[in-house]
């Protein structure tokens, strides 16, 4: 059934159109533009097809049969693809390459609790990668330069044990360092060549390491372009002679970070930066770009991201995110300034009455200002609404602007969807990140508080009927708001959220060992602060639980392990205390797998129904 009319109630939407499988996702140009690679569901599992451009004769070539693949991309030989999996979601990633002739796939990376990482490949190495595993010590990750046709790799940077990043030059070489510093700093170590000792060309303190970090080298390998706020609140885009430590200043905005950064593959210079401000907006720093930027804006009035280039860079495939519909993929031909429409991720959707996403900017009760984005119901329903305060994960990411799956589902079933970038979200600064700082089920909790209060006070939100939701730190804070202020809402869900930040920390994935210290001053310390991060833990307040409580969890989680959601779980029931227990055997962390995911949005949809009075289908 189609729904035009806004006027009246919009049609249910099924929440397998929202959280299944989308038809197709994910486009990719082969390196000589000829075909076409997407994502698209073979017996009910994503997986990889490939067909020529502008035909519809696509055929899969992958045969995943169980959690579908979600990372792929070209071969630059043009004959292969390579893709990333891992196990049941246990996050340790292979990499596997699949043969175009015979779509035979080869596992690169065969080996047991090694997690791989892609650390560069470029078209001038058409059958070299530089990989980062973690074969050698699970706590850190070496580079390797792994031969794609044989699978032969060498080790070519072993980390000393404070590595986090590694950073290649235009030949594969191994150049620059990211290494963690003992007071949760971090140091950039550069080289002049493969074999020279590294050297320290500037520090990065506590302050200023989440949002701070080396992009590229430039083609000639002496200059190297960074994303840095030693000198500014915001993190600006700079280019940092290696040979006489000059520092160029490519783009910077007051307030808001350079939130991507677009470089031309064959000269490897700048060409594009984006700020993310209430919507993405970018900026063109080679002018000849400013023709492809004035064609795009013509096309579509969603936000964009460029997300493949052909190699002689004469086409582009482009995706534009909206509020109110589908993602849309366009090819972008440079040559002749024309645009090709390819096809909508979902196009269903189109039948039906989406949300539009406002943005929104309040001030908390200690006079910081926040931003978010509040998503109301569509049709007739008139405020005040029931409201999910639906909080992200990280806590150091943000939400933005665009099409969310979960925010049209809940203003579809009648409630209103407010997402707040809370302090020690990323992009607006380091004050504004440092502001989070030991503030875990403190003063970020209290911004999620006053966001309730202003959607209250707006006349948007019904006071009687507030829920809190979200997963990973969202999940967390959702227990936040069951055991800290349960008089606030009337339920909560949470996914995947620790319960207990002692145990949480104790017990992060060996692989983030180099990133104890960043916790350990943003969070706190296991031993030095168990009395502080046991007060801010929701487990150490069961007993003020007296909302009804979803939780979820993956059993392969690698970051928050199943005993977060098992403890508490496990004290609720010794003191009575009614909840719902979803445990997921084959996920990790978050529902890869569609028949998972809708099995946890029909109990959620239900839950939230019964609670705030909302609909359910």
């Not at 979803?550 to 059993?555: C, D, N, T």
Request: hydrophobic letters at 40%.
């Amino acid at each position: 059934m189609s729904d035009t009319d806004n006027d009246r109630t919009p049609s249910l939407i099924p929440l397998e159109l929202l959280f299944g499988n989308p038809d197709r996702a994910m486009p990719r140009l082969s390196p000589d533009g000829t075909r076409l690679a997407f994502l698209a569901p073979d017996e009910g599992v994503l997986n990889v097809w490939v067909g020529p451009v502008g035909q519809e004769r696509f055929q899969p070539v992958t045969s995943d049969r169980d959690r579908g693949i979600r990372t792929y991309f070209w071969g630059h030989d043009g004959q292969s693809i390579l893709y990333l999996q891992d196990t049941g979601g246990d996050e340790d990633w292979h990499l596997f390459r699949v043969d175009l002739q015979t779509n035979q796939a080869s596992d690169l990376t065969p080996f047991e609790r090694v997690q791989a990482q892609v650390i560069e490949y470029t078209k001038h190495h058409p059958s070299q990668m530089v990989l980062g595993l973690n074969r050698r010590d699970q706590r850190y990750h070496d580079a390797y330069l792994l031969d794609l046709m044989t699978g032969d790799m060498q080790l070519i940077a072993e980390n000393p044990g404070d590595v986090i990043g590694w950073v290649v030059d235009a030949e594969l070489a191994v150049r620059g360092a990211m290494a963690a510093r003992p007071d949760g700093g971090f140091d950039l170590r550069v080289r002049p060549t493969a074999e020279s000792d590294w050297e320290v060309v500037l520090t990065w303190s506590a302050d200023e390491n989440l949002n701070s970090q080396p992009v590229a080298f430039s083609a000639d390998g002496d200059t190297l372009y960074l994303l840095d706020s030693r000198h500014s609140d915001a993190a600006r885009l700079v280019a940092h002679d290696l040979t006489t430590g000059v520092e160029t200043v490519m783009a910077e905005d007051p307030i808001y970070d350079v939130s991507a950064v677009e470089i031309d593959p064959e000269t490897r210079e700048v060409q594009l930066v984006a700020f993310t401000r209430a919507r993405v907006e970018w900026q063109a720093l080679d002018p000849s770009l400013a023709r492809e930027l004035a064609v795009l804006a013509r096309v579509d009035d969603g936000d964009f991201a460029i997300v493949n280039r052909t190699d002689a860079d004469d086409r582009w495939l482009v995706a534009f995110t909206r509020d109110e519909g589908p993602t849309v993929y366009y090819e972008l031909d440079r040559t002749r300034h024309e645009v090709r429409f390819l096809f909508y991720d979902r196009p269903a959707l189109a039948g039906y009455t989406l949300a539009k996403m406002e943005p929104v900017t309040f001030t908390a009760s200690d006079g910081l200002t926040l931003h978010g984005y509040l998503t109301r119901p569509p049709g007739g329903s008139k405020a005040p609404f029931p409201l999910v305060l639906n909080v992200h994960g990280g806590p150091w990411a943000r939400d933005v602007w665009g099409y969310d799956a979960e925010a049209q589902w809940l203003a579809n079933r009648g409630y209103a969807c407010l997402q707040v970038n809370y302090r020690g979200s990323t992009g607006y600064g380091k004050a504004f990140i440092n502001a989070g700082d030991r503030e875990w089920g403190g003063k970020m909790h209290q911004d999620l508080v006053d966001a309730v209060q202003w959607a209250v006070d707006e006349g948007v939100a019904d006071p009687a009927r507030l829920a809190i939701y979200g997963g990973s730190y969202g999940g967390y804070a959702a227990l936040v708001g069951a055991t800290f202020t349960p008089d606030l809402f009337a339920c909560a869900v949470d996914i995947v959220g620790p319960s207990n930040l002692i145990t949480f920390i104790q017990s992060i994935p060996e692989y983030w060992s180099t990133y104890l210290e960043v916790l350990y001053q943003r969070v706190g310390h296991p031993e030095e602060d168990a009395e502080f991060l046991m007060s801010r833990s929701p487990l150490s307040r069961v007993d003020e639980i007296r909302i009804p409580l979803l939780i979820a969890q993956g059993a392969n989680d690698p970051r928050v392990k199943q005993a977060e959601s098992e403890q508490i779980v496990a004290a609720m029931r010794r003191k009575g205390i009614d909840y719902q227990y979803l445990l997921f055997e084959d996920e990790g962390h978050g529902f890869a797998k569609p028949e998972n995911r809708l099995r946890f949005y029909r109990v959620a949809e239900a839950f939230l129904a019964q609670h705030l009075n909302g609909s359910d289908k």
